[in-house]
């Protein structure tokens, strides 16, 4: 395959769709949210028609969840704007949109994993925005991959695991919450899974079932308060001792938006109808870390 066009290219997902398309040999045209702002309907439409890809990825998109509460016209443009246009260009000149959403889209009531056809019930603005930007793209294009996807960390741009890093130097103690349950997502792994699906959504491998709505996450689940004590563990040998980290409810931190408090996404369908699985989570910790120490030498943090 070649000709993959890709939006939101600076972020943390779209850099690693963007290095390891290169890495590839694909032909990559990554545009920046300076080069095409997806909210923009006549840029949209001819970059696609000039660069004229095989597929279009697009990455961008409001992911600033508290404060999206007080600017949801925003993140409206972004997230449901910006794909309606993406959407509309891709169905004209018949290519497929691979798409990313959230787990925020679903309320967290459910006690087990989250399919794909469970009832979403954001209960914040940044779900609600994500949301409506899936319900635009599965009216603008049957040619569309959504993929769901959680907690995503990488080496690029800021996430949990380099705040609790950062944080965690200056303090003897940190403070997590511990009854909010989610699928940490390396952004490197959900990149290999996008250029994996890419040809396939291109040569309609799986007929109309390889279309659709799928969930792509790390494998396993943990507690923020998991995933921040095993962030320190793993990162022990580079980074040192860290800090003690206690265990709060969600109560003892109270912030704009409310969050689910299970979005532990279930992967199975991506894994039966395209063979594409996330390897489970600590692995894809340790890899993000290894890489970050690398990146950044002993015990600095970008
Ligand atoms: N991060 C998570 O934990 C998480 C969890 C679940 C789902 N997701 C989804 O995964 C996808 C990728 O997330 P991410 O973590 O890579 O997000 P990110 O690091 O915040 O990157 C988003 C990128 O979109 C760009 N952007 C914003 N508005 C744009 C516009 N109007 N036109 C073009 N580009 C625009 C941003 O540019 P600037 O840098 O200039 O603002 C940024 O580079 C998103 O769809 C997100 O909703 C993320």
């Not at 309606?84 to 925020?104: E, M, Q």
């Not at 569309?144 to 965690?168: D, E, P, Q, Y």
């Not at 940490?184 to 959504?201: M, N």
Request: net charge negative.
């Amino acid at each position: 395959m070649s000709g993959l066009l890709l939006t939101g290219a600076n972020g943390q997902v779209g850099w690693e769709v963007a290095r390891r398309a290169k890495a590839r040999g694909l032909t990559l045209h990554a545009l920046a949210r300076s080069t095409l702002d997806i909210t923009d309907p006549d840029a949209v439409a001819q970059a696609v028609e000039t660069l004229a890809p095989e597929v279009l990825v697009n990455a961008a998109a409001h992911t600033a969840v508290d404060r999206a509460e007080a600017e949801e016209d925003l993140a409206l443009a972004i997230n449901r704007d910006g794909p309606t246009h993406l959407a509309k260009a891709c169905a004209r000149v018949g290519i497929p949109l691979i798409h990313l959403s959230t787990d925020y889209v679903f309320d967290g009531t459910k006690t087990a994993p989250y399919g794909e056809d469970d009832p979403v019930a954001p209960l914040g603005a940044y779900g609600r925005t994500k949301l409506a930007g899936e319900e635009a793209i599965r009216a603008a294009t049957d040619r569309h991959a959504i993929l769901r996807t959680a907690w995503v960390h990488g080496v690029h741009g800021g996430n949990f695991v380099k705040t609790m890093l950062r944080v965690g130097k200056d303090r003897k103690e940190l403070r997590v919450v511990d009854d909010q349950m989610g699928s940490p997502t390396f952004a490197g792994d959900l990149a290999e899974a996008i250029l994996d699906l890419a040809p396939r959504l291109v040569a309609g491998s799986s007929g109309s079932e390889g279309y659709g709505t799928f969930h792509c996450a790390g494998m396993g689940a943990t507690s923020w308060y998991g995933f921040a004590k095993t962030i320190f563990q793993i990162a022990r040998p580079w980074y040192g001792p860290g800090p003690r980290v206690e265990a709060i409810p969600t109560s003892a931190y109270p912030t704009p938006a409310q969050r689910p408090a299970n979005s532990i996404l279930d992967g199975a369908k991506l894994a039966r109808v395209h063979g594409i699985r996330l390897r489970p989570w600590t692995e894809a910790l340790e890899a993000m870390l290894a890489e970050l120490s690398n990146q950044t030498g002993e015990g600095s943090i970008p």
